[in-house]
């Protein structure tokens, strides 16, 4: 049994839900100082969104991969290095504080220059990301989902929101955030960041026009918005 399930045995689900956070944040920094702090050696690229977010990830990942860089991937179904991507056996979207301090640490002694890290909404709500140095943070969309969890869309939203604060907090980083425009939530994803480039088909800094479905895939062209 885990420390977590044995205090839950005790302490009323409320009381718990409340507490949480604060527990989670400890370990953060506990864990962060015993590995010091692994992911400050890294640019980090986080990608969170209801739906799309581990396709996104790959996307990057590949992008990053054929331009040259030695870039890490971390999503639900899968993390690795290059092209050495093993299946994320656990299944979870961002793992444990002990398990993402050795990965981590591992993407570190590898020399890897970007990460492309999923990261979720209930892992940003209970501070299992703190101490991650955001460079950017990229945001698919938000719909009213994983409502179980927030209770309410706007603390969903705003779960997800504390991405682009945490990534705007860090100085030595572009702070820059890649938004949804079409999403009716955009607006407030762009305030939360110095550096927005916004995306969508019908607004957006950068817009797809002429998308066409095909066998193989998908063809676009990109224009500039107005």
């Not at 890294?42 to 396709?55: F, M």
């Not at 990534?167 to 110095?194: E, M, W, Y």
Request: charged share 25%; glycine share 8%.
């Amino acid at each position: 049994m885990t420390l977590r399930r044995f205090v839950k045995m005790f302490i009323p689900r409320k009381i718990f839900k409340a507490i949480e956070p604060y527990g989670h944040l400890g370990e953060a920094i506990l864990f962060n100082s015993l590995y010091r702090f692994p992911a400050r050696r890294l640019k980090v690229i986080g990608v969170t969104g209801t739906n799309g977010k581990t396709t996104t990830c790959f996307m990057i990942h590949r992008m990053l991969l054929d331009a040259g860089y030695n870039v890490g991937l971390m999503t639900t179904i899968a993390y690795g290095v290059g092209d050495d991507i093993k299946p994320q056996i656990r299944h979870m979207t961002n793992v444990t504080m002990p398990e993402l301090m050795r990965r981590l640490t591992h993407f570190r002694d590898k020399k890897v220059e970007w990460l492309v890290l999923e990261t979720t909404s209930q892992a940003l709500a209970q501070n299992r990301v703190w101490g991650i140095p955001y460079t950017i943070a990229v945001i698919t969309n938000v719909t009213h989902e994983h409502l179980d969890y927030h209770r309410t869309f706007e603390r969903y939203r705003d779960a997800k929101r504390k991405l682009f604060q945490i990534c705007n907090q860090n100085r030595h980083g572009l702070q820059t955030g890649i938004v949804n425009a079409d999403d009716p939530s955009a607006q407030l994803f762009i305030s939360d960041i110095k550096q927005p480039i916004s995306y969508g088909i019908d607004h957006g800094d950068l817009k797809a026009v002429n998308v066409v479905l095909k066998p193989d895939g998908i063809s676009y062209q990109v224009q500039r918005g107005e």
